[in-house]
Nanobody, 118 residues
Framework: VQLQASGGGLVQAGGSLRLSCVASGNIYSIITMGWYRQAPGKQRDLVATITSGGNTNYADSVKGRFTISRDNAKNTVDLQMDSLNPEDTGVYYC?????????????WGQGTHVTVSS
């Protein structure tokens, strides 16, 4: 499975960005797709995930500002980020978690940089 992310960049505080990720390859039964981020010097943390049924989960720090969406037919997941602040700066990684042969498989994209200036 390959995950190709796009949409990162530099934006001023209060601005918006939209991240997109498309999955390809040996895709079977996707459990969740989502986004994680890693700020400089910190661990990779959950931003948001979405199930194939549309159930979402957000980090508390992004609730009300970020919206995750998914196209099951196209195997894509998007993250609309509004009201960005400098604490949102980091490398954003697309994630896919699927079930294959009764085992969960986890995949990561290459990461896309988001920089929010104050």
């Amino acid at each position: 499975v390959q995950l190709q992310a796009s949409g990162g960049g530099l934006v001023q505080a209060g601005g918006s960005l939209r991240l997109s990720c498309v999955a390809s390859g040996n895709i079977y039964s996707i459990i969740t797709m989502g986004w994680y981020r890693q700020a400089p010097g910190k661990q990779r943390d959950l931003v948001a995930t979405i199930t194939s049924g549309g159930n979402t989960n957000y980090a508390d720090s992004v609730k009300g500002r970020f919206t995750i969406s998914r196209d099951n037919a196209k195997n894509t997941v998007d993250l609309q980020m509004d009201s960005l602040n400098p604490e949102d700066t980091g490398v954003y990684y697309c994630n896919l978690n699927q079930l294959r042969w009764m085992q969960r498989q986890n995949y990561w994209g290459q990461g896309t940089h988001v920089t929010v200036s104050s």
